[in-house]
Each structure stands twice: as structure tokens, then as C-alpha cells.
């Protein structure tokens, strides 16, 4: 693991496996440590408001984030991993215990479709989700607590969102200080319906790379007939972003299409011979799947926007209320952390025995146990790839 590697490793890992290095009677949460330094799955990392984080948690979450090399973690660079990867796990349980005072937490409905709008964004087949759950020591249970806390934190800070209220005035303030910002770039509005040789449970669903072919030709064949393209997506479409918005997905520059993949051939299309509303004939990427693109709009020069420009008004409104969102919820997790009794046996030990520091080394993979935690990755973290 290079150097960067490691140090973007320590930033996202949250949890702490060194902390039974530290001799047992200096342990303040009744641990016990294990031959070579490691520590048994017992040992408490810290406690908010009496409840445990265990060092099992923390360690898995290390174990996720540095992909299996966290041996390769310097002590030093171990340590700091585990007291942020800590940190990040008392937050997240001081705010779940606020939510669920305020009776925000979600039932098994929210959770199933929570965890179904993952599956559809990442494009997963079955097999592929059964194998990024394993990748990440997880299981359905564990997934699903691990959710549950995810949606219910979310409720809270979608509650303190709610009050946000952005004047007209602050609009037109922004927007003179920020007028260079709102530019239309040169581009092209596009729609698109995939299809995937692999099984991914949508409705009429092609599972092999001949039906995918037969699929996306008999598409073709309904939109040249004239189908309404939105229609024909919702219908038919494998990409959880076109299959819901009846095909749409955006606009692009030419540099934006090139690096998503697309043809040089397919650009210079775009953005020359054809004419807004025209569909392009299937189109194969490189991850194998299937495309037909419909050409919704286009812009050959760019253009300075004002207030009245469709869009730029809701879009100063968003970026001021995501401003406040975030001071906002930097002001929750201080209150609410305020409000809570926590310990935490790991940075105690550390100051118990400096020395310990030094020789610091994460505990075998097979000690951790999967366990939810509120600050890992779900396994559905990307959408489906573009062509």
C-alpha cells in the first residue's frame, strides 16, 4: 500500500483494533489480550450512555476500508486509525440514541427499501450482492441493523433540515457575488435505455448476452416505430437511473462523455449531425452492456446565466441550504454529544501507556466478527457504469 494509499486509508477507517496491545490492568473496559498483542472480541472500545462499542466494530471497519492491508499500517498510523475510526462510531451512536428518543427510527419496510434502492443503483446481480456482503464481512442481518441506523440518523438530520428557510434576498446575494460561477457549458441533454446480459432482476429482464442483444434490437425497432422513448425506458430499461426517470440522465460536455467512455465516433454525432429528438442505433460498451441514446437537447456555444435562467434559482437555493445543513449538523453532534455520557477505554489506554504505541498491530482478520456499523459502506456504493 503506497504511502497515500495508507494515509486515505487512516482518514475513512473507523475503528480500533490495537487497543488490547495495552497490558490487561491498565484496561479500563475488562478486555483481555491475546498472545502476540492482539485483543480477544470481548474488549469494550468505548461506551455512549452505557452502550458498547466493541473492538470487533471498529477492527471490521479498519479491515473494510484498508481492504485486508491494514498490516501494512505503520503503529503509529494503526493508532490514528482506530481513535477516528472510533470517534466516527461514537457520533453515530450519540445521534441513533437522539433519534430514537425523538421516535425517528424506521421499520422494516423503510429498511427493505432502502437496502432494494442500493441493489438497483449498483446494478447487482444476486450473486454479485451476496459477494460484496461477504467482501465486507457483512451478512442480511447485519446489513440491515447497520441500515436501520444509516436511515434513522438521516430522519434526524432531514428534521433539522426542514426548518431551513432561504430569502429571496440571500438569492440575489449569492448570485451578485457569484455571477462567473453560472455558466451554460457547450453539451448535450441526453436519455438512455440500457440493457445487461447479466441477471439484475428487473422486469423483463435479459440474462445472457443473446437476449440482451434480441432486447435491445427489438427496443430499437419499437422506438423507430414511434414509441414514446420514456415510456419504453420505464418499461424496459436495466439502469436504476433511466429505468426510474423514464430515461433521462443528464447533461454532459464532450470531455464529461469522453471520460464516461463514449465513442469519439458517437460524440461527434451528439454534437454534429444529429438533430434533437433522433435516437442513436443500440450502442455496445465496454462493460458489455447495451445502450439506445436519445438526444434531448444541445448547446453548441456557452452561455452566462442570470436569475431568470431555468435552474438558477433553486440551484443557489440548494447550495444555501446545504450550507446550513452542514453547520447545522456539525451543531447537532456537538449538543448531542454534550448531552452523553461517553468513555472511551481506547484513548485512555493510549495515555495509560505511551509506550504501547510503538508496537501496535492489528488483530487476524478471522477475531473480527461481522457487525453493523453506522459509518461503513453499504456494498451498493456506485451507480451503474456508463458506456
Known amino acids: 500500500m ?23 490492568d491498565r484496561n479500563s473496559s475488562g478486555s483481555t489480550t491475546t498472545a502476540g498483542g492482539g485483543v480477544a472480541d470481548s474488549t469494550v472500545a468505548a461506551t455512549v450512555n452505557g452502550k458498547k462499542i466493541m473492538l470487533n466494530e471498529v477492527e471490521r471497519i479498519i479491515s473494510q476500508q484498508a481492504k485486508g492491508q491494514q498490516s501494512q499500517l505503520s503503529p503509529l498510523e494503526l493508532a490514528a486509525a482506530r481513535l477516528q475510526v472510533l470517534d466516527g462510531l461514537i457520533q453515530q451512536e450519540v445521534l441513533l440514541q437522539r433519534a430514537e428518543n425523538e421516535k425517528l427510527m424506521p421499520n422494516d419496510e423503510e429498511i427493505t ?31 440491515r441493523e447497520e441500515v436501520r441506523k444509516q436511515v434513522a440518523v438521516r430522519k434526524l438530520q432531514e428534521k433539522i433540515v426542514g426548518q431551513i428557510s432561504i430569502s429571496d ?70 439502469d436504476a437511473q433511466s429505468y426510474l426517470r423514464g430515461g433521462e440522465i443528464g447533461s454532459a460536455t464532450e470531455e464529461q462523455l469522453r471520460q ?85 477505554n481506547l484513548a485512555m489506554s493510549m495515555l495509560n501507556d505511551p509506550a504501547s504505541l510503538n508496537s501496535l498491530r492489528p488483530v487476524a482478520a478471522g477475531n473480527a466478527t461481522p457487525a453493523a456499523a453506522t459509518t461503513s459502506a453499504s456494498p451498493a456504493a456506485s451507480a451503474a457504469p456508463s458506456p
Open 2 to 24: 503506497h504511502r497515500a494509499a495508507k494515509q486515505i486509508a487512516i482518514l475513512a477507517l473507523v475503528i480500533f483494533a490495537a487497543f488490547g496491545l495495552v497490558a490487561c
Open 260 to 344: 464516461n467512455g463514449f465513442p469519439s465516433e458517437l460524440i461527434s454525432r451528439l454534437f454534429g449531425s444529429m438533430q434533437v429528438g433522433d435516437i442513436t442505433p443500440p450502442e455496445r460498451s465496454s462493460n458489455g452492456q447495451w445502450y439506445v441514446f436519445k438526444l434531448t437537447g444541445r448547446q453548441l456555444e456557452s452561455q452566462n446565466l442570470n436569475l431568470d435562467s431555468p435552474g438558477v434559482r433553486d440551484q443557489i437555493k440548494q447550495a444555501l441550504i446545504n450550507q446550513r445543513q452542514t453547520l447545522l449538523n456539525a451543531a447537532l453532534v456537538t449538543t448531542a454529544m454534550s448531552e452523553s455520557k461517553v468513555v472511551n
Open 113 to 143: 427499501q432502502t437496502i432494494n434502492q442500493q441493489k438497483r443503483a449498483g446494478n447487482f446481480t444476486e450473486e454479485e450482492w451476496q459477494k460484496a456482503l461477504s467482501d465486507n464481512s457483512q451478512n442480511e442481518q447485519s446489513l
Open 169 to 238: 434576498r440571500e438569492v440575489s446575494d449569492f448570485y451578485d457575488k457569484n455571477k462567473e460561477s453560472f455558466v451554460s457549458s457547450r453539451g448535450v441533454a441526453l436519455s438512455a435505455i440500457a440493457v445487461d446480459p447479466r441477471d439484475n432482476g428487473f422486469q423483463d429482464d435479459a440474462k445472457s448476452e443473446a437476449e440482451a442483444k434480441a432486447k435491445i434490437d427489438r427496443i430499437y425497432a419499437q422506438l423507430k416505430s414511434g414509441a414514446d422513448f420514456a415510456t419504453v425506458a420505464r418499461a424496459g430499461s436495466e
